[in-house]
């Protein structure tokens, strides 16, 4: 077995940084003019918020602010201390119908507390309404929604005392009053401390393409709205923090959902410390796998999204965690893709183990240093909101609207060039998938924000498509060999559009066709191929938006209308 020595007259750092070097030279990223000063500039990564995240990390990056203990102020290891590891977090599935059998059979196989988008009392018919605990979404009916519940509790014989979850009352981000929900509160707290009136829905930031920071940033404003609200109410601050709940957007980007997560307990530490109770400013939060990162073509591979989000959202110190079903795009969930979303929570409380330790990210150096970076970018951004009258005035003013959608122009644009890939669909595609049939499902309440689909315009693409049967003939010139990388690119960069290609001249004009070779072979033989092509359009994979980091959606719409495939 080798031996890797490191030279006498360099250190560590500097020599992982000549050896960086030296690959980059190789693969042609950094040229002969590139310092080894310059290497992690170079291997750097910028997220939405602007932070840049270093390629190494070292014990130099984590000179930071101490995390405290789990269970402890300031709560940024997670709100519950060593004795809530073996329980784990709250397995929260999601219903969107009224349908008694679902519930009971997810409640029957390992769900612990179920979230009601819709319901009727008659949903929960077998139901232990003291043992279960039960999330509805109230919506604009927060009265009624309040009443109804207490209604059934009492008619059930259940001590309100003893029931647990919530009524998932968010009537600032509907731009509603507030006077029922501060009523519903101060109900809960007076005859039912184990329900939450309030949920703060940093989903909706989330959908509508904004950054972790700016969820961060929108969630804690809104909360402290919520704060002042209850508070003027008559509810002293530790019943105020005790009636809101968070939920966040967890997504296949494991470390930036790990450590939204840990950042968003340090942010809310810190309003409940300046309102004079720090040790009741343990966030409770609801972390939900992204309804934005999923998609309808090739909905297989949500399951792995999912998969990777549940497991972040759990590391992350979410106290509850919801795995939408892969079919969530298409339609209304079956059963077998509701129990596939409750067992992959189950495998990774039961098999995996990930609850037995403890914020098991903390001490990382990239995992602190990026939470406290998130801390600080969010923490900036609430008070860019509260300087302009607070999270509701903000709202209708347009200046959070106006902010995320920024942000999702500028992803928008990384998509469409595939710097952000969504596997199966702007890469990978398979125009062969047979697609999944599944009933309607009920129509989302509009707010006063976007909902957007990272694979949204892939997808129109896609569906554009379908029907038509678009192709473009490839020409490759030169060896197998050196064409061959280029073919690959092409086939699945038009796939991503629902384009099929071919090889197979036909008789008569051509319409749309892609030459593949390489570079050198381009010198040679271009200009003579192409002078002889009579088509509609003629690419060169490898040049203009026909490469890597090109604008894949541009030239596809492109092609498509070259086609005469109608919108």
């Known amino acids: ?26 693969s042609g990223t950094a040229g002969d003019d590139v310092g080894p000063d310059q290497v992690e500039e170079l291997l750097a990564a910028l997220t939405y918020d602007g932070l840049r995240i270093p390629a190494l990390q070292t014990a130099s990056s984590a000179d930071l602010p101490p995390a405290g203990l789990p269970g402890r102020f300031p709560f ?10 073996t329980a784990g977090w709250d397995i929260r599935q999601r219903h969107t119908a009224p349908d008694p059998g679902a519930i009971l059979a997810d409640l029957e196989n390992g769900v612990t ?155 809310w530490a810190r309003v409940a410390e300046m309102c004079g109770a720090p040790e009741a400013g343990g966030q409770r939060q609801h972390a939900v796998t992204s309804a934005a990162m999923m998609t309808a073509r090739d909905p297989w591979v949500n399951l792995l999204r999912t998969t990777v989000a549940a497991f972040a959202a759990g590391v992350g110190g979410a106290d509850a965690v919801t795995v939408l079903p892969f079919d969530h795009r298409i339609g209304r969930s079956d059963a077998f893709a509701r129990r596939l979303a409750r067992n992959t929570q189950i495998l990774l409380l039961e098999e995996s183990h990930v609850a037995r330790v403890a914020d098991p990210a903390g001490g990382s150096w990239y995992v602190e240093r990026y939470t406290d970076e998130l801390a600080h970018a969010g923490w900036d951004w609430f008070t860019t909101i509260e300087r302009a009258g607070g999270f509701a005035a903000a709202l209708d003013s347009g200046l959070i609207a106006g902010r995320l959608a920024a942000t999702w122009a500028q992803r928008r644009e990384n998509l469409a060039h595939r710097r952000d890939p969504i596997t199966g669909v702007s890469e990978f595609p398979d125009l062969a998938e047979k697609p999944l049939v599944r009933a309607a499902a009920p129509a989302e309440a509009k707010g006063a924000l976007p909902r957007h689909h990272y694979a949204e315009d892939f997808e129109r693409l896609r569906d554009r498509s379908e029907g038509h049967a678009p192709t473009v003939l490839l020409i490759p010139i030169g060896s197998p060999a050196a064409y061959g990388p280029r073919v ?34 381009y010198a040679e033989q271009l200009d003579a ?25 541009a030239v596809l719409t492109t092609v498509l209308a070259d086609l005469g495939v109608p919108l």
């Open 113 to 267: 507390s179920i979230w009601l988008t819709d319901w009727e009392p008659s949903a929960l018919d077998g139901v232990l309404l003291d043992l279960a605990g039960v999330v509805l979404d109230a919506g604009d009916a927060v009265a009624e929604t309040g009443a109804a519940w207490f209604d059934l509790l009492a008619a059930r014989g259940v001590d309100p005392a003893k029931a647990t979850g919530g009524f998932g009352a968010d009537p600032v981000a509907r731009g509603r009053a507030l006077d029922d929900t501060v009523a519903l509160a101060a109900r809960c707290v007076a005859e039912a401390p184990g329900l939450r009136a309030i949920t703060v829905d940093a989903t909706i930031h989330h959908d509508a393409g904004g950054s972790e920071a700016e969820e961060l940033g929108c969630a804690v404003a809104a909360g402290v709205g919520y704060l002042r609200a209850l508070t003027d109410a008559g509810l002293t601050v530790e019943q105020a923090l005790g009636q809101l709940e968070f939920r966040f957007a967890a997504t296949a980007d494991q470390f930036a959902t790990i450590a939204k997560l840990r950042a968003a307990r340090r942010m």
């Open 529 to 553: 191929v192409t002078a002889e092509l009579n088509a509609t359009r003629v690419l060169i994979a490898g040049r203009g938006d026909v490469r890597v980091g090109g604008n894949a959606v």
């Open 76 to 85: 940024v290891r997670g709100t519950r201390d060593a004795t809530g590891l």
């Open 1 to 26: 077995m080798g031996v890797v020595t490191v030279s006498e007259d360099l250190q560590p750092d500097a020599e992982w940084k000549r050896l960086a070097l030296a690959a980059l030279r190789r």
């Open 488 to 521: 690959t690119f092409a086939t699945n960069l038009f796939a991503a559009g629902g384009i099929a290609v071919t090889t197979e001249r036909g008789d008569g004009p051509l319409g749309v066709v892609c030459v593949c070779g390489a570079e050198r072979d």
